[in-house]
């Protein structure tokens, strides 16, 4: 069986910068994408970036299936519009790449470090955040024999998509790599 994608959601800016808008005119979220491996009992969610609810209806209305179906949880990167649905998705794997989890680790730690001397309610939140990052695990080289892991320029240190490789093409699942086509489009 061939590697099999689907669009879920299409991502979203909060604004456009290329557009002249210069505050928030709509509620910002990651493309979320289905990647299917049949040959391996594999339904990969790449970005669950809307909130859980509206992941689940909208996953249902574009598959006929349910969150319960997916057996991993792919993230481009660990940024927080990225992942809003993992509610959603306690019985999957997480995973993302080993950079992205080192460098956001630090991250999170460096704002902790901050928050604990500033605003305790904070540290409180960034406590919470880093535990959500621990149940991530570093991506292997292939999630499948198809599904590839691809190093990626883009929206953090560590970015990486989704190669998807079968006998006549080869399709990336990207995240943020590039925001919209204006944007490649314009350097």
């Known amino acids: 069986m061939a590697i099999e994608y689907s669009v ?11 557009w002249n808008e210069s505050a928030a005119v709509r509620t910002s979220h990651a493309t979320t994408t289905l990647v299917t491996d049949g040959d391996n009992d594999k339904k990969i969610l790449v970005d669950p970036s809307l909130p859980g609810e509206i992941l689940e ?13 997916i057996t991993d949880v792919f993230c481009t990167t660990l940024r927080p519009v990225h992942r809003r649905g993992l509610d959603r998705l306690g019985a999957a794997k997480w ?34 955040d880093i535990e959500i990052v621990r149940t991530f695990k570093p991506a292997p080289e292939r999630l499948t024999p198809q599904v590839h892991l691809f190093p990626l320029a ?6 990486a998509g989704l190669l998807l490789v079968e006998p006549t093409r080869t399709v ?12 490649f489009a314009r350097g």
Request: charged share 20%.
């Open 8 to 18: 879920i959601s299409i991502g979203t800016l909060s604004r456009n910068r290329l």
């Open 172 to 183: 990336l699942i990207a995240g943020d790599a590039v925001v919209t086509a204006e944007h």
């Open 154 to 159: 883009g929206a953090s240190v560590g970015s």
């Open 57 to 69: 209806a909208r996953f249902n209305e574009r598959t006929g299936g349910t969150l319960a179906d």
């Open 95 to 128: 995973w993302c790449s080993e950079a992205e989890l080192e460098a956001y680790a630090q991250h999170l730690q460096g704002l902790l470090e901050s928050a604990e001397r500033l605003d305790a309610e904070q540290a409180t939140v960034i406590e919470a």
